[in-house]
T-cell receptor, first 114, second 114 residues
């Protein structure tokens, strides 16, 4: 079984709808992240959480919210989806590796907002 | 100006070629430098990391960091079709509130054709 799972893998929704993307991990890591990936823009950080009670905004948090339900679960919500939120969304967890954080990514959720 | 700039590519090379992938950055506080590889329809996975300046070799892959020029490179020797992927550079600062947060380049799409 994959260490970091994301559901759904693909989602089509309409402008104005509220949707939730879910992430679960079995790696036992405290740190979890949500990114979006757009062509030509790389990965941009939306929110991150260093433990269940510590949630922080990333560089592009407007229009998004998150919930850390447990150490293993971190959900991303789009309160009112808009077309420019069409992107590939990744969840990641991290631990220390030789002093550097190594991030482990899920398989991604492909979101299309019409 | 983005904190991390990556040559956009795409890059197409014949099997057996030496590939050079590069990133420049503006934040002198970056100390950890990483390369992630992302296959189509998959999440990124850590390929190599280096701390501060210098070279690191792992099989056919060599990572170089030149902090004086704020420039990092990944070299792939004897490239194989299985190396075809998107390569993302990533960087982070040690300690403090930014600890663990990665800043990614835009990614370079590499195709190695037989």
């Amino acid at each position: 079984d994959a260490d970091v799972t994301q559901t759904p893998r693909n989602r089509i929704t309409k402008t104005g709808k509220r949707i939730m993307l879910e992430c679960s991990q079995t790696k036992g890591h405290d740190r979890m992240y949500w990114y979006r990936q757009d062509p030509g823009l790389g990965l941009r950080l939306i929110y991150y959480s260093f433990d269940v009670k510590d949630i922080n905004k990333g560089e592009i948090s407007d229009g998004y919210s998150v919930s850390r339900q447990a150490q293993a679960k971190f959900s991303l919500s789009l309160e009112s989806a808009i077309p420019n939120q069409t992107a590939l969304y990744f969840c990641a967890t991290s631990d220390l590796y030789g002093g550097a954080e190594t991030q482990y990514f899920g398989p991604g959720t492909r979101l299309l907002v019409l | 100006q983005k904190e991390v700039e990556q040559d956009p590519g795409p890059l197409s090379v014949p099997e057996g070629a030496i590939v050079s992938l590069n990133c420049t950055y503006s934040n002198s506080a970056f100390q950890y430098f990483m390369w992630y590889r992302q296959y189509s329809r998959k999440g990124p996975e850590l390929l190599m990391y280096t701390y501060s300046s210098g070279n690191k070799e792992d099989g056919r892959f060599t990572a170089q960091v030149d902090k004086s020029s704020k420039y990092i490179s990944l070299f792939i020797r004897d490239s194989q079709p299985s190396d075809s992927a998107t390569y993302l550079c990533a960087m982070s600062v040690p300690g403090g509130t930014s600890y663990g947060k990665l800043t990614f380049g835009q990614g370079t799409i590499l195709t190695v054709h037989p």
